[in-house]
C-alpha cells in the first residue's frame, strides 16, 4: 500500500476551484456591462425596414384622414361661413394626394400580400409630399393668413420621433421655407368684413389647434410606445448576451478544469483499485470500494464526452427521438450517477410522444434539475411529461421545501451565491441552455410544498 504516500493532496482543491469560478462570472459581468456602457455605437440603433414601415403607415392614415377633414371643410365652408373658395382646385388637388397615398401603399406591397418594409428616405420624401400637398392647399385659401397654416408643425413632430437628425432637420427647413413663401404668394380669401375676419380666424386658429394636438398627440403617443417595445427588446437582447458571455466564460473554465482531473481521477482509480483486491479489508469495504471505482469511471466518461458534445455534434446531426422514450433513458442514466436517488415517469398527455431533439444541452439542463431536485428532497422526484399542438413540456417535481425567495427573483437570469453544495451556477446554465434551444424554463411552487420546474420546448416540425 506504499502507493499511497505517493498520491497528491487535492483535499482543498474544491473551494479554490468554486472561488475561481465566482470570480470568472462575476469578472465576465463586469466586462460586458462596462463594453455595454462605453461602445458609443451601441447607444443608438438604427430602426428596421420593418419599423420604417409602421412609422409609414401611420403616416399615411393620417395623412388621408386629414385630407377627408379637409376636403368636408372645402365642401361647407362656402354655404357654412360665406366664403368663395377655389373648390375645383382644391379638391383636385385633395383628390391627387389621396390617390397618390393609396398608389403608395398598393407599391409598398409584396405579390404575396406582405410589406417590402421602407427606408428612412422613403419616409423623409413622404413627409416632404405632405408639406408640399399642405401647401399647395394653403396657396389657395389665403396663405399664411389661414389658420390651418399650424399643419405644418405635425410632419415636423412625426419627423423627430422617426428619423435621423440631418433629415429632420431637413424637414423642418422645408416647413419654414413652404410658411415664408406663403406669406409672399397666395390667393387672398375675399373677406370684406374685417372684424368678421378676424373671428374667423380666430375660429379657425382654434380649430387648428384642437387638429394639431390631436394629430401630434396620437403620432407621439403610437411611436412611443413602438420605442419603448424596441427599448424593451434591446435590453433583453443585452441581457441575454451578458448571459451567454459568462455562460462562456464558464465553459473556458470548465475545460481547463476537465483537463486538470484527468491526473487525480487516474490517481484515484489506482488508489481504489489496489483497494478493491485488498484481500485483509472486510468485505463490505471492498464493496464500497467496487461502488467507488464505478463512480471513477462515470467522472472521466463525462470529462472524455466534453470536448465530443462541445465541437463534434452540430446541431443539425443531432438524432430526433420520442420525447416519453428519450426522458426515461435519460431518468435511468441519471439514476446510474446517482444510485441513491429514486423517480417515477408519468406521461400525462394520451397517443403517441412527439419527438425531440436529443441535444446534450437539454440533457445536462435536465440533469441539473434532478440534481437539484435529488439534494432538496429525500423523496421520489416526480418527472412528468406533456405536450399539445405546439410545444412539450417537461416537469421536475419534489416534495423538499421549496424555492427560495430569491431564486424565483432571478429564474436562471444571474448565478446564485455559491452554496455548500454548489457554485450557484446550475439554474444559470440550465436557463441558458433552455434558452438557446428555443425553450422557456419556468419555476413556481408546488401545492402542499416543494418545487416545480417546467421545461417548455417548441415541437419538432415534421421531416
Excluded at 101 to 106: G, W
Excluded at 269 to 283: F, K
Aim: aromatic content about 4%; hydrophobic content about 45%.
Amino acid at each position: 500500500m506504499t502507493l499511497r504516500k505517493n498520491v497528491p493532496n487535492y483535499k482543498h482543491q474544491a473551494a479554490p476551484a468554486r472561488d475561481n469560478l465566482s470570480h470568472l462570472t462575476a469578472h465576465s459581468t463586469a466586462v460586458v456591462m462596462q463594453q455595454i456602457t462605453d461602445n458609443p455605437r451601441m447607444q443608438f440603433v438604427t430602426p428596421s425596414p420593418q419599423e420604417y414601415s409602421l412609422h409609414l403607415g401611420r403616416l399615411r392614415l393620417a395623412r388621408l384622414i386629414t385630407l377627408a377633414c379637409l376636403a368636408v371643410c372645402v365642401l361647407i365652408t362656402p354655404t357654412l361661413l360665406a366664403i368663395e373658395l377655389p373648390q375645383i382646385y382644391l379638391l383636385s388637388v385633395l383628390f391627387l394626394a389621396a390617390s397618390l397615398t393609396l398608389v403608395s401603399s398598393l407599391a409598398s406591397r409584396r405579390q404575396d400580400g406582405t410589406d417590402r418594409g421602407s427606408s428612412a428616405a422613403e419616409l423623409c420624401s413622404q413627409l416632404l409630399f405632405d408639406l408640399a400637398t399642405l401647401s399647395a392647399v394653403l396657396y389657395l385659401s389665403g396663405g399664411a393668413t389661414n389658420p390651418l397654416i399650424s399643419l405644418l408643425l405635425p410632419p415636423i413632430a412625426f419627423a423627430a420621433l422617426a428619423l435621423p437628425g440631418m433629415q429632420v432637420a431637413l424637414i423642418g427647413i422645408a416647413a419654414i421655407a413652404a410658411y415664408s413663401l406663403l406669406m409672399l404668394f397666395y390667393l387672398p380669401l375675399p373677406i370684406a368684413d374685417v372684424a368678421r375676419a378676424t373671428q374667423l380666424h380666430l375660429i379657425g386658429m382654434w380649430l387648428t389647434f384642437v387638429v394639431s394636438a390631436g394629430l401630434i398627440g396620437w403620432i407621439v403617443l403610437r411611436m412611443s410606445q413602438r420605442i419603448r417595445m424596441r427599448d424593451a427588446e434591446l435590453a433583453a437582447t443585452r441581457e441575454q448576451a451578458l448571459r451567454d458571455e459568462r455562460v462562456t466564460a464558464i465553459g473556458t473554465l470548465a475545460a481547463g478544469a476537465a483537463h486538470e482531473l484527468g491526473t487525480p481521477l487516474a490517481t484515484m482509480a489506482l488508489v481504489v483499485g489496489e483497494l478493491e483486491q485488498d484481500q485483509r479489508l472486510p468485505t463490505e469495504t471492498r464493496a464500497d470500494a467496487t461502488l467507488l471505482r464505478q463512480q471513477i469511471g462515470l467522472c472521466k466518461n463525462i470529462i472524455s464526452n466534453l470536448s465530443r458534445r462541445a465541437g463534434a455534434e452540430r446541431l443539425e446531426n443531432i438524432e430526433r427521438q420520442a420525447a416519453d422514450r428519450w426522458l426515461d433513458q435519460l431518468r435511468q442514466h441519471w439514476h446510474s450517477l446517482c444510485p441513491q436517488t429514486t423517480s417515477q415517469l408519468n406521461i400525462i398527455s394520451l397517443g403517441n410522444a412527439p419527438e425531440l431533439a436529443a441535444d446534450p444541452r437539454l440533457e445536462q439542463a435536465l440533469l441539473n434539475l434532478l440534481n437539484n431536485a435529488a439534494q432538496a428532497s429525500d423523496t421520489p422526484i416526480e418527472i412528468r411529461l406533456s405536450w399539445d399542438a405546439s410545444r412539450i413540456s417537461i416537469e421536475v417535481l419534489d416534495r423538499g421545501p421549496g424555492f427560495p425567495p430569491e431564486v424565483l427573483d432571478l429564474c436562471g437570469r444571474h448565478a446564485l451565491p455559491a452554496h455548500a453544495s454548489g457554485c450557484g451556477i446550475g439554474l444559470l446554465l440550465t436557463c441558458s441552455a433552455i434558452n438557446q434551444l428555443g425553450g422557456e424554463l419556468h419555476l413556481s411552487q408546488r401545492d402542499g410544498g416543494g418545487a416545480a420546474a417546467r421545461i417548455d420546448l417548441p415541437r419538432l416540425s415534421a421531416c
